[in-house]
Each structure stands twice: as C-alpha cells, then as structure tokens.
C-alpha cells in the first residue's frame, strides 16, 4: 500500500462490510429456476430486462451494422480508425432525436452540444472535473443513487452536501431544504457550485414536478450555479404525471438567452432505457459552448467503441423501431411495476407511489423494531439470509429515515418476481406474528438519526458492477 | 466578460491548457483538414504523415470476422449471446476477454513471458490507462520523469485531471537519443532541490517518436533506478507488437523475471489501437504487479470500460491462436517492408533516420535543412513542409525534444502509393533546395572571383566595393554572407 496515492489507498478505510453482505450473498447463493430456487433472488440490480426480445428482433432484420456493412461495402476499416472524440455524427443525431423523442418532442436537442462518454458514470464524473475545485461541493437531494459518492466525489475531491428529503411530502424538494443544504455547506466552508438531481429519480422511482423544477431553476439562478439533471431513467416513465425535462422548463420560462440557459446540463445513458449498461454509452448534453469543449477533450479518457456507435446509430436511425420501443417498453415496465406494488400491498408493505424507474421505494418502517438505523440494518439482514431477497436498504442511498428499501423490479422473468413476492408476504406473516415489529400506528415522524459512520463514507464495494 | 464569468463558472482543469491542443503542433492537423489528400479526388492535397495509426493489417482481420460470424453479437449466429452481454458492466470485464489479451500479449513477446489475466483492468484506451495509473500511483503535485523526446499527449494523460507534473530527462542524438542513468539520476537531484516529490518513471517502449527499443541493459538499469529510489516505472508498451526486426523487443516483464526488483513497483501499460490498428474500439489495458494498484484501477475502470460488445469480439479473436501468431508474423513482415521502403527512399534523397525497428514511424534528420540549429527553424522548416511540400509531419518540439531539426514522420496509415507520392514530393523538395545551393555556389564563386579582381584593381577600394557588391540585386537574396555559413554544411542553408 506504501507510495500509492491517497485515493488508491483511501478505500481501506470507512468500509462497512455489512453493506457488501448482501452483493456477497447473492454471488454465493444465486438463485436459478433450476440450479438452486432456494437461493437468494437479485433484487438490487436497476436493470432493463424486459425489452430485449425487441432489440433482438431488430436485430435479426438489419444484418448489415452487425457485419460492419453500409449500403453493401464494408466499413470495418473507417470504423476501427474512428477515434474523433466529437463522435460519429450520425449516432449522435440519432441518440439526440431519440431523447427529443422521449420528451414528446416538446424539446428539440443539438448533437453539437452533445458529449458521448463511456456511461453515465464517466458523463458524471466528467462534469464534475468541469465544473468544480477539488474542496466544493454539489447538493444533492436524498435519498440518491450510491453510486455518485464515488462518481462524483472520489477522484475529482468535490465533496456532496445532501438535500433533506422526507416522506412528509413524499421526499419532493422543498424551499426550506435547498436552502438549508446551502446554509450547511456554508457553515463547513464548502462552496456550492451547483445542485445535481436525478429526474425520474432512483431510488424513488418519480419524476420531478414542474414546481419543483421551477424552485430548481430559480434557485441556481438567484445562487449564480449549476443544475445537473441526471435524465438516465427518462425513457422509463410508464404513468402520468408524464416526465417533464429541465430544458422543457427553461424553455417555458424564456430562458433560452438568459445566462441561467448556459448552467443547465443533462446526463444521459442508453443503459436504462435501452437495458444496453454493457455497451457503455453515456452523454452530456450542455448549452455552454465551453463546458461541451472542455468535456469533450476529457471524453478522450472514456470514449465510446465506434463498433458500439455505429450499432447503435443504426438501431436508433430506424423511427418505426424507436416508437414502437418507447411504448412497448413502458408499458412492460408498468405491468411489472403494478405486479410488485399489488403484491406488496397484499403483505400489507406500501410503496411510495411511483410513475418511473425500474424498482419502487418501498415502505417497511412498520416492521422495524424500533425507527433506527440499526434495526433498518436488521430487519435488512433478515431479508437477506432468511427471505433470500437481495434488497438496497435506504441507508445506503443516504436517506434520512430509517425503514425505506429500494427494490428492483425489471431484471428477472415474472415468474421469479412471483416467488420473490410470496417469500415477502411468507416473511411479514411470520415477522408480524412474532411481534418483531413495531406496531402500525407509529407514524410520527422519525427524527433525524445520525447516520452510521459507514454511510456518510461510503466507497466503493470490492466486485460491484455499476448497478444503479 | 461572458468569458471570465464562465471561466469562474467552471473549475481550473476546464479553462487551462493542459489538454495540449492550443499548441501550434495542431497547425498541420489543420492544414490537412482543409485539404486532405486523395489520390483521384485531391491529389494536390496534404497527405497525413502526423497520424501515428497502423492500416496494414486490416485485411487479415476482416477476413477472420467474415469467418466468424459467431463473435459478432449482431448476426444469426451469435444474436442469443445478445442479451448477455448487453446486461454485462461488471469492471472485472469478461474473464474469456481477459484470458485472450493476456494471451496475446504473452505472445507479442515470443512467450517469453505469460500474464495473469486476473490481473488485467480495462480502461478508455491507452489514453484511459495512463490517467488511471497516475490517479493510482500519485498525488496532485507529484511528478514523474519522462525521457524526452516523447509521445505529446503524456502530458494531458498523465498530468491534466491529475495534477501530476512530467519532468522530462532529455535525450538527444550524441548517443542515438539512449536514456542514461546519469540523465535520470542528475533529473531526480534537481527535483529533489526543487522539493518535488518524484513518484516514478514513465516511458513508452518501444519509444514513441524514436521508432526503438530498449536493450536489455538499459532496461536493467531503469529497473535497478527505480527499484533503488524506490519510485514506480510504467511501461507503456502500446507498440510491442509491432516490431519488426532486429533486436527483439525486451518487455520489463521480462527483465524483472531475471533480477531482483520490487514488484510493487511496476506496471504495464497496453492497448490494441497501434498494433492491431482498433483505435476507434477504445481497448486500453492498465496491467500491474501490484495487487493494490490492481483492485483500485479496476474501480476506476468503471469510468472507461470497454465495451461488452467489443469485448466479446476481441475475446473470440484473440482467442484463436491461429489467427494470432499469423496476425503477429505478418503485420511483422508488413511494417518492415513499408518501413524498408520509405527510408530507402529518403536516403536516396540524402535524408537519413535514426536507426530504427518498431513503431509506425520513423524519426527523420532534417537538422542541415535548418537555417539556425533552434526552435524558430525548426517551425519555419515545418511550415514550408506543410504549406509547400503538403506532407503533415510532426516537428520535434512537440515531442519535447530539446534538439532542433528532428520530425516523426509515420508510414503504416497510408497505400504503398501514397507512400510513392509523398516520397517523390520530399525528392522535389530536397533537389529544390540542392539547386537553391547550387545558385548559390555559383554565385558565391562570382562574387569570390569578381573581390579578387577588386583586390588587384585597388586595395583603398576594397571595402565599398565589397559592399556594393553585396547589396547588388543580380544575386537571389537568400545568397547569405559568407561569414554566416553553417560550418556544419557546405550548402548553404535552404530559404527557410
């Protein structure tokens, strides 16, 4: 360990490995239909695996991307020399039609302004190289997706000032919280450069209101900072409240020429919408002309395989395919989303009413022995080792009440999601009699704990693949 | 004023120059978008010499993917592996994706050694490579030595992000441009005074732009530097495969299998782009000894992963041993003719190379074509190379070389035509200058002989003589005084 850097060397402290328990598990004790159905059911991973028979199918009807053709010739050697970091053009007027699409077209966006990198990890990560000094800090609200701890914090030195979110007004933003995430930082000396939110949210599955959008805009305008909308989950949205984009808004309020056009930034990835997280295609989409120049030399550190690009370009070309993608998709995740919601509801858990995602934010508080996050950390072991379920305990996505947990939906076949149910509805008849919980009246508001030291530290887990 | 507020609006790393690109370097790139050549459609244009990419072998490689339709995800045979590797971002990477690179390395080094596949990250291409190696190894503000001259972007990659500053060691052509230990030692001491903590030593071998490779006892004596400093040595061994005679390639995987050293210490740097001629599918390989710099640079891979498509391409290629070890033998054979037949025909024209055996590239003496031994001539020779001889050739002070008058000139990206053509405009250019000197002899014997008869018509005259002749128009103005010759060349220097 001697003569590494300090971020190399970091990771070894400040890791709790109770958290990696479940990811350790499920890797001993994977569950297959066939193989092994008492073993521990994947829950944690925000995949898209509904759609791919779709992929599939295009697949199979457009045989020339798959054998590096166009138009009959082949194109293999333009294609393995194309390192342009601005990007093949056509697969970034492809990927931009897609998300106007996506957004019912209500917006319009401009591959020039576009960055493609390797992920959304690499867009994040990047725009904070952008951005921000190592020592300031960006707010964001909880609870949020573990991952940003690293992406955002651990080479660039940005530190992350959290947005209290509740379940008072089903964790949406507020005045007085913004506010006060920046008084905090103040008051530890950090400067705010900016607020990052994800829009549909993970862990919560929703998608931001127009008013709280609109508090958003008008916050880093009268602050002078950025806003980073996080749009990874925008093609998941199944139910109303439709999704509204940032750039909707800023186009609603006129503020195409205004300076606060040129600090909105979006991050994109085809790894939700599309279920593609392997084929590492991510975006940053920014007005400021500077920060796509900036970003866009720094892509060099993570650009996207042109074998992937022009795969893509194709795939995304085809509008009859795209249109029929979009809905299809939501209306699989829906019916799925709808499976998990009734089914939890007949074991007597409720969810945070959701429009999006591919997991729901899920209520178990009442079974909680006492409103802490030790007993949020129990009753979690318990669904582990006993209920076989690997689920994300809200803990870990720096949530302020204990008693949450996000769980995933989209990533195995019905009949499985069928099982994980009935093993949940077994465990709370069984939890309930035994009177481990606490009862179902408490419903005053938890105060704020402390949260476990582990948390507020959280690094990176030794085999975590980038689940979000 | 919009600019400075932007400026405070983004971070220091987003406004500085440590990206290298406002270099006037990129003068040529540009030249050469304006006006690329084509041998039917702009045969009057620049042709690219400053593009470091091997087109070789592409041929081979398309043939085995035509024949294997199975490692494509996209067709008949290999669409029900779709899924599985769509859904795949574990930054541990395919294991058959590992086991074949480890594979194909082991095998660009006669199998001298083997690699354990467990230990290769992935990363965003050598570029990706280079940073994450540095975030792993040093601190903003540490610095690491690089023999000079070097590969440009090692300042962006190493530096840019990180904070980590490169301390060139130069080298230059007293000893074929050899790293010495006494270069590196006499680097160390002076960062030493300036209170500069040196974290290690990072060089490309075979060398980018010097074509060569390093000998086994030079090798041992980077190995005994770094190990008795105890600094890190990164080995950016992105061209060992394509070398292409003699001496074979040494790989400090080899040298540290055959002396004591602290394995701790090194680590290699890989990429397929130079020596499979991929650099659109973005392969970068960080492969270390040391298991802490292992399990940290795979977290941090998650920032550049390869694609699992590509993965799986590569996987299945690399894995057939057939197609590698005649892919090696032949992109062998074939950067050694084009190599053979471009200095052959520079030195018909009287330019000479360093001696070289690896690389896409050869690093070319054009030192008695500068009108001064500096860096202006050096960029007025480059201009006229560019905007008259339309060739885009990479002067040496982008690489750091502190000697003025060297260029890398690259051959593998183009047809052997192209190579034709840019040979013939580099003998027009070359014989342009020889009749500029002839002139020039020529008139200089006229002036020679026209004083002498002033000597003898009267001596009181002789200066205001000399000096009308001098400033007579009948002699081309580039005719310099006799006192200004270069007593380098007995040709006067070109009109550069």
Known sequence: ?468 | MALNKNQQLLSKIATNDRHGENSPYFDGWKAYDKNPYHPIDNREGVIQMGLAENQLCFDLIQKWIRGNPKASICTAEGVHEFKNIAIFQDYHGFKEFRQAVANFMGKARGGRVTFDPDRIVMSGGATGANETVMFCLANPGDAFLVPSPCYPAFDRDCGWRTGVQLIPVNCDSSNNFLITKAALEAAYERAQQDNINVKGLILANPSNPLGTVLDRDTLRSLVSFINEKKIHLVSDEIYAASVFSTPSFVSVSEIIEEMECDRDLIHIVYSLSKDMGLPGFRIGIVYSYNDAVVNCGRKMSSFGLVSSQTQHLLASMLSDDEFVDNFLKENSERLAKRHSLFTKGLEKVGITCLKSNAGLFVWMDLRRLLKEQTLESEMTLWRVIINEVKLNVSPGSSFHCSEPGWFRVCFANMDDVTVEVALERIRVFVEKQQVKNVTVEVALERIRVFVEKQQVKSKRKFQSNLKLSFTSRKYDESVMSPHMMSPRSPLVQART
């Open chain 1, 1 to 468: 360990m001697r003569h590494l850097s300090t971020k190399a060397t970091c990771n070894s402290h400040g890791q709790d490995s109770s958290y990696f328990l479940g990811w350790e598990e499920y890797e001993k004790n994977s569950y297959d239909k066939v193989q092994n159905p008492k073993g521990i059911i994947q829950m944690g991973l925000a995949e898209n695996q509904l759609s791919f028979d779709l992929l599939e199918s295009w697949l199979e009807k457009n045989p020339e991307p798959a054998g590096f053709k166009r138009d009959g010739k082949s194109i293999f050697r333009e294609l393995a020399l194309f390192q342009d970091y601005h990007g093949l053009p056509a697969f970034k007027k492809a990927l931009v039609e897609f998300m106007a699409e996506i957004r019912g077209n209500r917006v319009s966006f401009d591959p020039n302004h576009m960055v493609l990198t390797a992920g959304a990890t690499s867009a994040n990560e990047t725009l904070m190289f952008c951005l921000a000094e190592p020592g300031e800090a960006f707010l964001l609200p909880t609870p949020y997706y573990p991952g940003f701890d690293r992406d955002l914090k651990w080479r660039t030195g940005v530190e992350i000032v959290p947005i209290h979110c509740t379940s008072s007004n089903d964790f949406q933003i507020t005045e007085t919280a913004l506010e006060a995430a920046y008084y905090e930082a103040q008051q530890c000396n950090l400067r705010v450069k900016g607020v990052l939110v994800t829009n549909p949210s993970n862990p919560l599955g929703t998608t931001l209101s127009r008013s709280e959008l609109n508090l958003l805009i008008s916050f880093i305008t009268t602050k002078g900072i950025h806003l980073i909308s996080d749009e990874i989950y925008s093609g998941t949205v199944f139910s109303s409240p439709g999704f509204v984009s940032v750039m909707e808004v800023l186009k609603d309020r006129n503020c195409d020429k205004s300076e606060v056009w040129d600090r909105v930034h979006i991050v994109y990835s085809l790894s939700k919408d599309l279920g593609l997280p392997g084929f590492r295609v991510g975006a940053i989409y920014s007005n400021d002309d500077m920060v796509v120049a900036a970003a866009t030399k720094m892509s060099s550190f993570g650009l996207v395989s042109s074998q992937t690009q022009y795969l893509l370009s194709a795939l995304l070309s085809d509008k009859k395919f795209t249109k029929n993608y979009i809905s299809e998709n939501q209306k699989r995740l829906k019916n799925r989303q709808n499976m998990l919601v009734m089914g939890l509801k007949r074991a007597g858990i409720s969810c945070l009413k959701s429009n999006a995602g591919l997991f729901c934010w899920v209520n178990m508080r009442h079974l909680l022995r006492s409103d802490t996050f030790e007993a949020e950390m129990e009753l979690w072991k318990k669904i582990v080792y006993d209920v076989r379920l690997n689920i994300s305990p809200g803990s870990s996505c720096h949530c302020t009440e204990p008693g949450w947990f996000r769980v995933c939906f989209a990533n195995m076949t019905e009949e499985t999601l069928d099982l994980a149910i009935k093993r949940l509805k077994d465990f709370v008849v069984e939890h309930t009699a035994n009177g481990h919980s606490k009862s179902n009246n408490s419903s005053k508001k938890s105060k704020r704990k402390l949260l476990p030291k582990w948390v507020l530290r959280l690094r990176d887990r030794d085999h975590e693949p980038d689940e979000r």
